[in-house]
């Protein structure tokens, strides 16, 4: 359980003063930090505010009390007055949030800005409601002040300290190549999601060089950061083909990796952030072409169509390769020289980048003397004939209708050309060895 709560002084005294000047009766947020691994300790980095709803309604509010006519008197109207959320709109402020973080920062909860007999007057179990809707969309987080079971809440230390000053950066370029063959009934989502888990084996049992130098458990930081790693992988051996098989998934691109290392944090701690920032990037970019692909009101007919056509791509109707980009991710500068993530489709700019980022994150609009870093190409999947790509693979191809439509053309003109001439090369060995044998056998009856 956490005892004690670190927070980053300069961003929690400066949304306190916010907060007391506001004239709202109440308020809520995410609380972005870390849980230490090792610790019984928590850093909060920063406390993100819940917009408003799409209608403008805000996600926390007073809800009050019908009247009661038996109570003698009444009380404060405070006094009476329990928190309403949005749940479903907290849980999708977490979603958003947590798709921004970089390694080492996750959501790590929620923060409440309400009178203490508001707060009283609110039911344990709708505190817990919002907590497991926030949990869920935030895997890494875990409530360790709150029961989940009965929402009650237990007390813990809280210290201001200079968190992001002391933050480390440690940061990657990852290169990756994956070849899975596809079954025919396999849906889209489910084909790009086996391929990212095939990765996740690959990274996680990947060793890390960090400035050149290979990891090693128990490592010591006695570097200045930032810090440049490499993660080294096994050689991969090409898929046979096997049966049932509809084509073959090409997903290859990089990644750009980037987690951060807090004060008296393990080096293990960080680099296991980033690997999973590798992976989590990879996820949120599948997320966001399954959303827009979902996504009715989409007004960008031209990336509208782009997801909806990969979303919807049949793998036994294909016939020549299809291929798709992924979201590429661009950093942009947070707090304290700390950066936060997004992702750009092929029609989009870094001005709708900040634009979201303004409205999920609250962010501000002067970065000071850092600017957006572009540091990625684009990942592409492609999806093409398993038949085409594996060597030796065409003797094995069943002869289901079209399939052999897919080498047509030069290609295949040249195989029937090939087929043609060995047929006619073997027909005029044979007749050489007929005439051969004659001549022998004349030969013989002559001599004897």
Request: net charge negative; glycine share 6%.
């Amino acid at each position: 359980m956490v005892k004690t709560v670190v927070g980053e002084e300069a961003q929690l005294k400066a949304l306190e003063e916010t907060l007391s000047a506001s004239a709202s009766p109440a308020q809520m947020g995410l609380i972005v930090g870390k849980l230490s691994a090792s610790s019984d300790r928590a850093l909060a980095y920063s406390l993100i505010p819940t917009p408003p709803t799409d209608s403008g309604a805000p996600a926390c509010s007073l809800l009050r009390a019908a009247p009661n006519p038996k109570a003698a008197k009444a009380a404060s109207s405070d006094a009476s007055s329990s928190l309403d959320f949005d749940v479903d709109w907290v849980a999708e402020h977490a979603r958003q949030v947590s798709r921004m973080l970089l390694g080492g920062m996750t959501v790590i909860g929620i923060y409440i800005w309400a009178s203490e007999a508001s707060f009283k007057a609110t039911s344990p179990a709708v505190l817990s409601q919002v907590l497991r809707a926030v949990s869920q969309v935030a895997p890494l987080w875990a409530c360790r002040i709150c029961d989940m079971s009965s929402g009650r809440l237990r007390p813990c230390d809280f210290k201001n300290s200079k968190l992001l000053a002391s933050l480390q950066t440690f940061r990657c370029t990852y290169n990756f190549e994956i070849r899975l063959p596809v079954v025919q009934a396999e849906p889209f989502k489910k084909v790009i999601s086996k391929a990212i888990s095939h990765l996740t084996k690959q990274v996680q049992n990947a060793k890390a060089l960090i400035d050149g130098v290979l990891f090693l458990d128990g490592m010591d930081n006695t570097l200045e950061g930032p810090h440049n790693v490499e993660f080294l992988v096994p050689f991969k051996n090409n898929l046979p083909a096997e049966e049932g098989v509809a084509g073959l998934l090409l997903f290859a691109g990089s990644v750009s990796a980037l987690a951060y290392l807090g004060p008296k944090e393990s080096i293990a701690e960080v680099i296991s952030d980033l690997k999973l920032d590798i992976i989590t990037s990879l996820r949120s970019r599948l997320d966001i072409i399954l959303d827009e692909a979902d996504d009715d009101s989409t007004t960008n007919n031209l990336e509208n169509s782009l997801s909806q056509k990969a979303t919807q791509v049949v793998f036994h109707e294909l016939r020549v390769p299809y291929s798709f980009p992924f979201p590429r991710r661009i950093l942009i500068p947070w707090l304290a020289g700390s950066y936060i993530c997004d992702y750009l489709q092929q029609s989009e700019t870094t001005e709708d980048a900040m634009e979201r980022c303004k409205e999920v994150m609250s962010l501000e609009a002067d970065m000071g003397n850092y600017s957006i870093v572009e540091p990625e190409s684009a990942s592409a999947a492609t999806l093409g004939s398993f038949w085409d790509v594996v060597p030796g693979a065409l003797s094995k191809a069943p002869s289901e209708p079209g399939l052999k439509e897919m080498n047509s053309g030069q290609n295949g003109s040249r195989k029937t050309h090939g087929s043609s001439f060995s047929i006619l090369m073997a027909f005029v060995v044979l007749l050489i060895a007929v005439l051969v044998g004659c001549i022998f056998t004349l030969s013989a009856t002559l001599m004897t």
